[in-house]
């Protein structure tokens, strides 16, 4: 054999695993469409009765009106106004863009790079360990957030969306979990 021939590397070294891919997919993708809701339709209810019981916690609400059909406000940046009130509060509604565009941040750092894998990075050399171990700690801190405030919403009936974005992020922490500690 000659010297300048490599030695081939198995697809299954450079890919990520496609449980770790299709969990993060399934548990991230949901909630990134959960932001994205947040920051370009703030106050549709999209998850029926226990997004309403959510939203009207939240006052996310009081944004969206689908009254006036093409002319409605629907929560998007037609709902901006020209001048910032008590009554209109505005800055709840800046304050639901921005957190809408966190959200997509935090789940699009998981997503792309097991969705559009970068060049020269390989699973086994453990390229993708630093992302894994920020996105653990990402969930973790949301699941302290969510933790924190449940009893709040329990007390206002609202307590079934924050208990299934807890469920699919501590899903999601035990798949993290253990790729990170079994990956060699």
Known sequence: KSQGMKKRVPAADH????????TVLACSGSL????LRDMIATGRNILGPMDDAYLAFTKGTQWFD??????STMGGFSAVEQITTDGNNMGGLFVRKVGGAAILAVHLHKLLPLLFHPAGAQWKSGHFRPMIVVSLMADLAILAFFGTYLEDFALAGADELPNLIMIVLSVECLVFGFYLFTQR
């Open 15 to 22: 890919l990520p695993p496609l449980p770790l891919v299709f």
């Open 32 to 35: 990134w469409v959960l932001g």
């Open 66 to 71: 689908d009254s006036k059909g093409w002319k």
